[in-house]
T-cell receptor, first 116, second 116 residues
Framework: QQQVKQSPQSLIVQKGGISIINCAYE??????FPWYQQFPGKGPALLIA?????SEKKEGRFTISFNKSAKQFSLHIMDSQPGDSATYFC???????????????FGKGTKLSVIP | GAVVSQHPSWVICKSGTSVKIECRSL??????MFWYRQFPKQSLMLMAT?????????EQGVEKDKFLINHASLTLSTLTVTSAHPEDSSFYIC????????????FGPGTRLTVT
């Protein structure tokens, strides 16, 4: 699987601040980029996702920024809250049919801690 | 909508025994189901991809005779860990992709397997 590089590994943000997590990819066949939120002992939950035909997508306090030429995308969490403390994974998937289709390649994850 | 369940949520078994984990899509039909393994503080590692009615495709390094996957219907996939050993202890997570959706994968809550 092609790698998706995620940074930082951990992030501490004060309540009300902006949390920013970055990911970079190499495989130009990727054309679906989701972010997942995972709490300890739970499965990942789809947070927000973007396709390359748009440069930004916003859902509530969560925004994905996408830079196709740089092959980078990022998650911004506005007005971060203690309840946002979790591990966040970026991922990428190609859309071609056949072997490997729709398989997600995950970043290594970012542990976010929002302190009051 | 898009709820995926797993059963059991946790299981303890003795070395040498087999254990079956069920993954169900509760409110949609899943064309494809994926099985992942996650070690503590690590990312998700894809083990195999299964399509309803056909044999699963295993990732390199995953023993297909040890991790038996059956995708018997559009709402049920099972993972059987045969002759389990302590090194098989891990968090196993399934995800499902709806035939109505091109990209979105919805994850189950995970199953914690401990082999003693």
């Amino acid at each position: 699987q092609q790698q998706v590089k995620q940074s930082p590994q951990s992030l501490i943000v004060q309540k009300g601040g902006i949390s920013i997590i970055n990911c970079a990819y190499e495989n130009t066949a990727f054309d679906y980029f989701p972010w997942y939120q995972q709490f300890p002992g739970k499965g990942p939950a789809l947070l927000i996702a973007i396709r390359p035909d748009v440069s930004e997508k916003k859902e509530g306090r969560f925004t994905i920024s996408f830079n196709k030429s740089a092959k980078q995308f990022s998650l911004h969490i506005m007005d971060s809250q203690p309840g946002d403390s979790a591990t966040y994974f970026c991922a990428a998937s190609p859309s071609y049919s056949g072997a490997g289709s729709y398989q997600l390649t995950f970043g290594k994850g970012t542990k976010l801690s929002v302190i009051p | 909508g898009a709820v995926v369940s797993q059963h059991p949520s946790w299981v303890i078994c003795k070395s040498g025994t087999s254990v079956k984990i069920e993954c169900r899509s509760l409110d949609f039909q899943a064309t494809t189901m994926f099985w992942y393994r996650q070690f503590p503080k690590q990312s998700l590692m894809l083990m195999a991809t299964s399509n309803e009615g056909s044999k699963a495709t295993y990732e390199q390094g995953v023993e297909k005779d040890k991790f038996l996957i059956n995708h018997a219907s559009l709402t049920l996939s099972t993972l059987t860990v045969t002759s389990a050993h302590p090194e098989d202890s891990s968090f196993y997570i399934c995800s499902a992709r709806s035939f109505l959706s091109t990209y979105e994968q919805y994850f189950g809550p995970g199953t914690r397997l401990t082999v003693t």
